[in-house]
């Protein structure tokens, strides 16, 4: 199975973007899916991520009230809202998947993921 993240661009700040995850397999099954970004000589850095079967989702304190993730089942698409964007928010978004069991606990970090989707760029500016 692929991922497949769409609709970064250039936003003002304060401004909202809605990113989208696709898998090719639309009987794709994960437990967890998840969003992080990366900026320049940074580690990939955790966003939030949703329980794929209870759509129970978790943040980032740092996005915590200004980002929602939301999943379509029927689509095998997960999405995420990004309103009152700043500055900082600017990176490289990633979603991620999880095909094998792990703990709740380590799914806010970018080693339990298996698939990656390739990236789409948020830049917020003025």
């Known amino acids: 199975v692929q991922l497949q993240a769409s609709g970064g661009g250039l936003v003002q700040p304060g401004g909202s973007l809605r990113l989208a995850c696709s898998a090719s397999e639309r009987t794709f099954k994960t437990r967890f899916m998840a969003w992080f970004r990366q900026t320049p000589g940074k580690e990939r850095e955790f966003v939030g991520r949703i329980e794929w079967r209870t759509r129970y989702t978790s943040y980032a304190d740092s996005v915590k009230g200004r980002f929602a993730i939301s999943r379509d089942g029927v689509e095998s698409t997960m999405y995420l809202q990004m309103d009152s964007l700043e500055p900082e928010d600017t990176a490289v978004y990633y979603c991620?998947?999880?095909?094998?069991?792990?703990?709740?606990?380590?799914?806010?970090?970018?080693?339990?993921?298996?698939?990656w989707g390739q990236g789409t760029q948020v830049t917020v500016s003025s």
């Open positions: 991620a998947a999880v095909t094998r069991p792990i703990a709740m606990g380590s799914s806010g970090r970018a080693s339990a993921y298996d698939i």
